[in-house]
């Protein structure tokens, strides 16, 4: 099975402009969620959706947006990118919230 | 706050034995988690603990005391391919992952 898949793999954006990081799941899990990555900082949570319909921001929501509209698909959106939001993006699922997480292989955006 | 404090970067030596260290501080706890993350890819899931004591899985063993806010990670008979970084976490009282920064773990022949 493909688990998680996520796209693209690596972006570079201009700052200002608007993009949507896919994720998708085959497993069926319940819960999905949005982690960034930063060099000398843990993964830190962006979203997080417990179940297809809901959604529920994590650490770090600001300039970030996810919908959830079916088990499957996590999509997860920089309205305005800014310098900031350069880092590597880690999609994660789980079959509901108490169980391990398992990730996908990442998106690296680097914003301009 | 929350906190998970974990060595940066460690050496060790190929065949040899190495204990990662993490002590945590956090507003509840439904488990800890062990990942490994090789340069470039994603954390893989290596083990979790919820009771205190010592969980064994082939070369790699983990630690938990809840009393002491404390977790290792043991790896036996280190091969070159243990080459990475090893993640800390902490599921707190709302089911969310609280992570450390990780060990980056470099093995020498």
């Known amino acids: 099975t493909a688990g998680i898949t996520q796209a693209p793999t690596s972006q570079i954006l201009a700052a200002g402009r608007s993009m949507t990081l896919r994720c998708t799941q085959d497993?069926?899990?319940?819960?999905m969620y949005w982690y960034r990555q930063d060099l000398g900082l843990g993964l830190r949570l962006i979203h997080y959706?417990?179940?297809?319909?809901?959604?529920g921001k994590g650490e770090v929501p600001d300039g970030y947006s996810v919908s959830r509209a079916n088990t499957d698909d996590f999509p997860l959106t920089l309205a305005s990118a800014v310098p900031s939001q350069t880092s590597v993006y880690f999609c994660?699922?789980?079959?509901?919230?108490?169980?391990?997480?398992?990730f996908g292989p990442g998106t690296r955006l680097t914003v301009l | 706050g929350q906190n998970i404090d974990q060595p940066t970067e460690m050496t060790a030596t190929e065949g040899a034995i190495v204990q990662i260290n993490c002590t945590y501080q956090?507003?509840?706890?439904?488990?800890l988690f062990w990942y490994q993350q090789h340069a470039g890819e994603a954390p893989t899931f290596l083990s979790y603990?919820?009771l205190d004591g010592l969980e064994e899985k082939g070369r790699f063993s983990s630690f938990l005391s809840r009393s002491k806010g404390y977790s290792y990670l043991l790896l036996k008979e280190l091969q070159m391919k243990d080459s990475a970084s090893y993640l800390c976490?902490?599921?707190?009282?709302?089911?969310?992952?609280?992570w450390g920064a990780g060990t980056k773990l470099i093995i020498k022949p």
């Open positions: 956090t507003s509840g706890f439904n488990g």
């Open positions: 603990n919820v």
């Open positions: 497993m069926r899990h319940n819960a």
């Open positions: 994660a699922s789980s079959d509901s919230g108490p169980d391990t997480q398992y």
């Open positions: 959706s417990n179940t297809a319909g809901t959604t």
């Open positions: 976490a902490v599921m707190d009282s709302n089911y969310q992952l609280i």
